[in-house]
T-cell receptor
Framework: GDSVTQMEGPVTLSEEAFLTINCTYTATGYPSLFWYVQYPGEGLQLLLKATKADDKGSNKGFEATYRKETTSFHLEKGSVQVSDSAVYFCALIGGATNKLIFGTGTLLAVQP | DAGITQSPRHKVTETGTPVTLRCHQTENHRYMYWYRQDPGHGLRLIHYSYGVKDTDKGEVSDGYSVSRSKTEDFLLTLESATSSQTSVYFC????????????FGQGTRLTVV
């Protein structure tokens, strides 16, 4: 069935470091791909999305490119800030069931 | 912000009592979902709906039932609450097609004592 795999955390970085959080997926057809962010004590916010191959989603300095050939949607940011500390979830819609399916989440901790 | 509202936001209930959580949307999206979030488990799908009166089970559906009698409302019912159902519950909505999008409600913190 459809699934999302993302790198385990926690990921600990110093401020202004480069961030990559890996996400790969398994799905039939052409799913849409998402990254969500959850700050402590809050709900999930849509960070960015891509709906077809080679699309690049971007928001707040974060980027992710839909790579169908490698079934990946890695999240990147060139220079992280302490305020980026949160849990990041990769997700997909579509494939066999049209369900919204999540990875397990990756905790990012940015130190000053 | 997407038009999705969960109620109540917080609830404390006793073991064995029925509890109903409500998710209301104003986006006219076809798909609606209920998830629970627990430490160490990420987000787990309880039930989802792909249209009025069309629902299906997720990975942790035991002890839960749902109903969707109109597009805008998706109700999650715990028939007889147990302490293992203490959790944060999130509703999500999605549309699919050319403008695929998916949004979450603010969550309901449920404590079963």
């Amino acid at each position: 069935g459809d699934s999302v795999t993302q790198m385990e955390g926690p990921v600990t970085l110093s401020e202004e470091a480069f961030l990559t959080i890996n996400c790969t997926y398994t799905a039939t057809g052409y799913p849409s791909l998402f990254w969500y962010v959850q700050y402590p004590g809050e709900g999930l916010q849509l960070l960015l999305k891509a709906t077809k191959a080679d699309d690049k989603g971007s928001n707040k300095g974060f980027e992710a490119t839909y790579r169908k050939e490698t079934t990946s949607f890695h999240l990147e940011k060139g220079s992280v800030q302490v305020s980026d500390s949160a849990v990041y979830f990769c997700a997909l819609i579509g494939g066999a069931t049209n369900k919204l399916i999540f990875g397990t989440g990756t905790l990012l901790a940015v130190q000053p | 912000d997407a038009g999705i509202t969960q109620s109540p936001r917080h609830k404390v209930t006793e073991t064995g009592t029925p509890v109903t959580l409500r998710c209301h949307q104003t986006e006219n999206h076809r798909y609606m979902y209920w998830y629970r979030q627990d430490p160490g488990h990420g987000l787990r799908l309880i039930h989802y709906s792909y249209g009025v009166k069309d629902t299906d089970k997720g990975e942790v559906s035991d002890g839960y039932s749902v109903s969707r009698s109109k597009t805008e409302d998706f109700l999650l019912t715990l028939e007889s609450a147990t302490s293992s159902q203490t959790s944060v519950y999130f509703c999500a909505i999605s549309s699919q097609g050319e403008y695929t999008e998916a949004f979450f409600g603010q969550g309901t913190r449920l404590t079963v004592v």
